[in-house]
Nanobody, 124 residues
Framework: QLQLVESGGALVQPGGSLRLSCAAS????????IGWFRQAPGKEREGVSC????????IYGDFAEGRFTISLDSAKKTVYLQMNSLKPDDTAVYYC?????????????????WGQGTQVTVSA
């Protein structure tokens, strides 16, 4: 089973950018799909983006399309989430998660391994 560690969260001003990293260890990376999710206080967890490690297929949540970019470095077993044009509504704890199914999806129940999360705060 993969272990995941997120990093890169910070306080950023509206309109700014951040790059989150998700480092994986403990199992073969190649057959998993890796997703990014977020959860704001009082709100449900929502899918941000997902990438298939084997086929590179990518999907985004509607709010992320055009502003966020997910990428994968297989050699480093790391998935990145580049976030641009950040808004206060993007404030949340961001989690990465791994799905053994390999399916590119934003449905949380399919993800069996989760990181501890990294806080992103967008505020002036």
């Amino acid at each position: 089973q993969l272990q995941l560690v997120e990093s890169g969260g910070a306080l950023v001003q509206p309109g700014g950018s951040l790059r989150l990293s998700c480092a994986a260890s403990g199992a073969s990376f190649d057959t998993y799909a890796i997703g990014w999710f977020r959860q704001a206080p009082g709100k449900e967890r929502e899918g941000v983006s997902c990438i298939g490690s084997s086929d590179g297929k990518i999907i985004y949540g509607d709010f992320a399309e055009g502003r966020f970019t997910i990428s994968l470095d297989s050699a480093k077993k790391t998935v990145y989430l580049q976030m641009n044009s950040l808004k206060p509504d993007d404030t949340a704890v961001y989690y990465c998660a791994a799905s053994k199914s390999g399916l590119t999806t934003l449905w949380p129940p399919l993800f069996s391994s989760w990181g501890q999360g990294t806080q992103v705060t967008v505020s002036a």
